[in-house]
């Protein structure tokens, strides 16, 4: 099985849909904290674009599918 065949169950914080999407189409941002940490994607149902903090096991899961990631680094000023 192809890594980004891989599906997960989310929630939009937008339209509250349950939707299904393949791994491939989220994005995962590693911030230096907890805080700075989450994912996002564009929710099928109503089109908006939802970020939502990622949990250590949500980033492991989504990692291990071959999301692709981010790494945020703060700028100085
Ligand atoms: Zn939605």
Redesign the pocket.
């Known amino acids: 099985m192809e890594p980004s065949q891989t599906r997960f169950k989310v929630y939009?914080s937008?339209?509250r849909?349950k939707?299904e999407l393949s791994a491939s189409e989220f994005r995962l941002a590693l911030g230096r904290t907890k805080e700075r940490t989450f994912y996002s994607f564009t929710?099928p149902?109503?089109g908006?674009a939802?970020r939502k903090p990622a949990g250590e096991k949500i980033v492991a899961a989504l990692v291990d599918a071959g999301v692709s990631t981010m790494r945020l680094v703060q700028v100085e000023g």
């Open positions: 939009c937008q339209c849909e939707v929710c149902a109503c908006a939802v």
